[in-house]
Every structure is written in C-alpha cells, then in structure tokens.
C-alpha cells in the first residue's frame, strides 16, 4: 500500500540519485567496532565523532550501528557482528529521557491499546502473558545507567561470545549532547 509518506521518500530517492556520485558511494569496510544504541532519532552520533554521509554520498564512518528501542543488544547482531563482519568492541549507548524508561511506567498503556488494535485471535495469544512476562518481553527500564551496566553484562556474559570481547557502556545526555562512561570495557 503506498502512502504520503512511502511516496516522499521515493521522491527524495529520486532527488538523492540525481545529486550523488556513485562513485563515493561507501564500500564494505572492515570495522572493529560496533555502537548499540536506541532508535531515537535524537541520538546524533556525531557525538562519539561518528560521521553522518556527505552530500555527494559518500560515507565518513565505517563503525557498525545496532539500533533497538532502548539500546538493548540484538543477539542476532551480535552474533553476525562478531563472527562474520569482525566486530570485538561494542560500545552500548543508553540515554536520558528514554522511550524505553516512559514504557517501563506505561506498559499498561501498552497492553490496552495492543487489546484494542489486534485482531481477536491477537489478543487471545496476547491475553497468555502475565503482566511479568509482557514485561520482561519488553525489556523496558527505569534507568539508563543501571541498564546500560546491565546490558554490559548481558552481552558479556551470553553464552555465544568470546570472553575477550570489549564492551563500553555509556549514557547520552539529549539536552546536553554530553556523554557519560558508566562502564569502561
Ligand atoms: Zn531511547
């Protein structure tokens, strides 16, 4: 189904093909670093020196990025990222004023307005979870520094990863574009 929005963006392909060289389009790169961080689109990972693209395509930056709600690691990424594209340095960045910490004092929002958008057969299956379970499905949070020392661990410690891997874990600060090191790898 197209939309508005579907339609805008191709347009805008169009505008960005017509603007590039193809030429300094990025190449697979090897890269020993990986960030894991939110999908907020806050997040401006110029922050860690990161670069963006340029406006003829180019790319300024070969560091992997993993984006999830909250930052939280993805074990399919990790896996892929570690054995095959070479990453043995993740960095976790969390940050203040997370979507994932409102989800954490709202998952009750969540589960009433998953009950009155699915379908019956949906809500049944949903209607299986404790309120423990849906929580832990979702893996929300109250705080970014506890988590972010958490999920350290967690990626540390999964069965699948070589015990000398390296993981950061930071905090962003959205209003400040400060960062902080709550965990040194
Ligand atoms: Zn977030």
Redesign the pocket.
Known sequence: MSTPRLAEMLQANRAFQANIDVQRLPKRAPETMAVIT???PRINLEALGIAGFGADGSGNSDVRIIRT???RADVRSLVIGTFLAGINEYVVLM?KD???CLAHSKLDVIRQNMEARLAPDQRERLGRFSDTEFAEWLQTFADPYEAVKTEVEMIKSFPFMPTDIVVHGLVYDVGTGAVEVVVEG
Request: proline share 0%.
């Open positions: 939110c999908m907020d709600i909250g930052g940050h997370c979507g994932c």
